[in-house]
């Protein structure tokens, strides 16, 4: 059974910085992409950035291009999303997903790639 645990999240300022943790145990992930996703009240649940567990390599929605970075601590088997430059659009549940290297037909934006799912950490940023 794989289980995704998030954590970072909190309130903070226009211009500051957050760095969330994604957990992942149960499973070997070497072969698996993990993505970060979020969620504002009334919205659709948008993709925020995805990087492969063993080739680092990286993807970032045009939103978050040169203020966020994700990237891996595969000894950890944890995923991080560093933050910065934050701004009030930002504000949202944020969601770990984790889906085999396989597309199995959906493109590494869509959720609907991804089977496993972290509970989500809230981040609030205030103007």
């Known amino acids: 059974q794989v289980q995704l645990v998030e954590s970072g999240g909190g309130l903070v300022q226009a211009g500051g910085s957050l760095r969330l943790s994604c957990a992942a145990t149960?499973?070997?992930?070497?072969?698996?992409?993990m993505g970060w996703f979020r969620q504002a009240p009334g919205k659709e649940r948008n993709f925020v950035a995805r990087?492969?567990?063993?080739?680092?390599?990286?993807y970032y929605a045009d939103a978050v291009k040169g203020r966020f970075t994700i990237s891996r601590d595969n000894a950890k088997n944890t995923v991080y999303l560093q933050m910065n430059s934050l701004e009030p659009e930002d504000t949202a549940s944020y969601y770990c997903?984790?889906?085999?290297?396989?597309?199995?037909?959906?493109?590494?934006?869509?959720?609907?790639?991804?089977?496993?799912w972290g509970q989500g950490t809230q981040v609030t940023v205030s103007s």
């Open positions: 997903a984790a889906a085999p290297a396989d597309s199995g037909g959906y493109m590494t934006y869509d959720d609907r790639r991804y089977g496993y």
């Open positions: 990087i492969k567990w063993s080739s680092d390599s990286t």
């Open positions: 149960g499973r070997t992930f070497e072969s698996y992409i």
